[in-house]
């Protein structure tokens, strides 16, 4: 079975080739365009998408020695995502599968997202809890199977990866804020500073109030010298870092304990931020959990992900009708 896959929810454009379960090409590439902007702007992301969808799938195929006429289905992300960079994805992919005369699946992002796990081993075991944490969500969710899943936690406002990103701009620090806030947190002290850690019942998150504690600290000691994010910026991005991580880990500690499930997984861009990683996988060991991290360019967006969802909607024979709309925000 060989299924191409497209990812263009954001501002990566990517497609994959998957061979009977395996991924044989996964091409990503980012639009550089935002940086001057500070942030994804959204017509861009579409016409950079416009641009890029046809090389990238046609490198996909290549890579994969895989002919258009070899493929058995094409798959997309449906949502969520931004809505012209997504209808861009989905039109590509209709008019292929239309004019291959073969089946569309729809694929929802943060689905895929949870799935990227299933692409190599070690593939978690049914059911685990996977923290899924992305510029736009910030979910935990209990994976029954490939394709049942349940959010039991979320966040109420922001994500955290808007969070790392926003607090990378109070700084200073260019598009795209997460890997760099990463950067400098690896060179500095994680207590130098303290961050509020909100307290919000059950299982699910609050990122916005912290952004809001970050920004009144910063003015409050540039006033007093104004040089004080170039003369600590590892010190802050790592104090910056370590409350973010602790929100994440203290709410996974709860629905583990809540759930009494023990393989636990993350995934999503920020999973590949080098701190979480250290330090899931210190608590996994502290705590007795099978702990799955996916490998860094299967953590932020890449089509991949949608090939293997993909690849377990197939075998239920389910597909998408040709007629189907994109959606910017989506349920699973
Ligand atoms: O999954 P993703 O590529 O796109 C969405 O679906 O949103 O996630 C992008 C997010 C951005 O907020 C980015 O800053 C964050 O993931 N990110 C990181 C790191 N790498 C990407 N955040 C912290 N540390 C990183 N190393
Ligand atoms: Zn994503």
């Known amino acids: 079975m060989n299924i191409l896959a497209i990812e263009s929810s954001c501002d990566e454009t990517s497609a994959a080739v998957l061979v009977n379960g395996q991924i044989r090409s996964n091409v990503v590439t980012t639009q550089l365009i935002h940086e001057a902007y500070g942030g994804v702007v959204p017509e861009l992301a579409s016409r950079a998408h416009q641009q890029m969808v046809l090389p990238v799938v046609d490198k996909a195929l290549n890579d994969a020695k895989i002919a258009k006429k070899e493929l058995q289905a094409i798959a997309f992300t ?125 299982l699910d998150f609050s990122f916005s109030g912290i952004k809001t504690s970050i920004l009144y600290f910063l003015q409050k000691q540039q006033k007093a010298n104004p040089d004080f994010v170039q003369q600590n910026m590892t010190d802050i991005c790592a104090s910056i870092q370590h409350t973010l991580i602790r929100i994440l880990l203290k709410k996974l500690t709860k629905a583990a304990a809540q759930t009494g499930i023990r393989d636990i997984a993350i995934a999503g861009g920020v999973s590949a931020n080098s701190g979480l990683r250290t330090a899931l996988a210190e608590l996994g060991q502290q705590k007795g959990w099978q702990v799955y991290i996916p490998r860094f360019e299967y953590c932020t967006d890449n089509a991949a992900m949608i090939a293997i969802a993909a690849y377990y909607k197939f075998l239920r024979g389910e597909f998408a009708d040709q007629t189907i709309s994109p959606l910017a925000r989506i349920d699973w």
């Open 78 to 202: 449906r949502g969520p995502g931004l809505m012209g960079a997504l209808i861009v994805g989905s039109s590509f992919a209709k008019a292929m599968a239309l004019g291959l005369n073969i089946p569309l699946i729809e694929i929802n992002h943060m689905q895929a997202h949870v799935l990227a796990h299933f692409i190599e081993d070690p593939r978690p075991a049914f059911p685990f809890l996977c923290l899924t944490v992305s510029g736009g969500h910030t979910q935990i969710v209990l994976v029954r199977d490939h394709l049942d899943m349940e959010i039991i936690g979320q966040t109420l406002d922001d994500a955290v990866g808007e969070a790392f990103d926003k607090s990378a701009k109070l700084l200073d620090l260019p598009y795209p804020g997460g890997p760099l806030v990463d950067k400098y947190a690896r060179e500095g002290n994680p207590l130098a500073y303290e961050f509020p850690i909100p307290d919000v019942p059950g």
